[in-house]
């Protein structure tokens, strides 16, 4: 699988605020997935886009994909302190592979 | 459904030392990865199984690093003898091997290296 490259590397924000991380990848997938780790857990699945679709919401996240320009943004809508963490995102281009993570973006939620 | 276990949480070693790490997956998923996470970067893939065969070790270090997954249920990965440059987290995952390629991960291993 490639690998995707989030940004920012770190993002701080206040609570209730929004948090947009984006990321880029260099070749064509079947979907993109984001994933988040608290400090000290492992990877949590947030969402899946196919590449077929343009944006997709979950909740508070809302993910937009732009095929054409190898890119993908999630947004967390009214921030909480709980949502700091580590975010990744991961390209696919085939199902049977592992997963490739960038550095994430390390977003931190002041209270 | 429980979730991903691994074994043990922490693990400090002297470098030259030989370390073991377990998981077990969640029951019924036949493809397994192990990951290394250096602090501050994304977890990078060292071996995939599916079932008790391996699928990719082209990233494991394999003059210090071994895995094994013999009924296709848990499985162990092993470094002998340890460098320093091993200081990381460990973390095991799982899938199902038809459907989405979604990922479900252990809360890992922190290994230090003295």
């Known amino acids: 699988s490639q690998q995707g490259e989030e940004d920012p590397q770190a993002l701080s924000i206040q609570e209730g605020e929004n948090a947009t991380m984006n990321c880029s990848y260099k070749?064509?997938?079947?979907?993109l997935q984001w994933y988040r780790q608290n400090s000290g857990r492992g990877l949590v699945h947030l969402i899946l886009?196919?590449?077929?679709?343009r944006e997709k919401h979950s909740g508070r996240l809302r993910v937009t994909l732009d095929t054409s320009k190898k890119s993908s943004s999630l947004l967390i809508t009214a921030s909480r302190a709980a949502d700091t963490a580590s975010y990744f995102c991961?390209?696919?281009?085939?199902?049977?592979?592992?997963?490739?993570f960038g550095s994430g973006t390390r977003l931190q939620v002041q209270p | 459904e429980a979730g991903v276990a691994q074994s043990p949480r922490y693990k400090i070693i002297e470098k030259r030392q030989s370390v073991a790490f377990w998981c077990n997956p969640i029951?019924?998923?036949?493809?397994l990865y192990w990951y290394q996470q250096i602090l501050g970067q994304g977890p990078k893939l060292l071996i995939q199984?599916?079932?008790?065969?391996?699928?990719?070790d082209s990233q494991l270090p394999k003059d210090r690093f071994s895995a094994e997954r013999l009924k296709g249920v848990d499985s162990t990965l092993k470094i002998q003898p340890a460098k320093l440059e091993d200081s990381a987290v460990y973390l095991c995952?799982?899938?199902?091997?038809?459907?989405?390629?979604?990922?479900?991960f252990g809360a890992g291993t922190r290994l230090s290296v003295l």
């Open positions: 029951s019924g998923h036949a493809t």
């Open positions: 995952a799982s899938r199902l091997t038809t459907g989405k390629n979604i990922q479900y």
């Open positions: 991961a390209p696919t281009d085939t199902g049977r592979r592992a997963l490739t």
């Open positions: 886009i196919r590449s077929n679709e």
């Open positions: 199984f599916q079932n008790n065969g391996v699928v990719d």
């Open positions: 070749t064509s997938i079947n979907n």
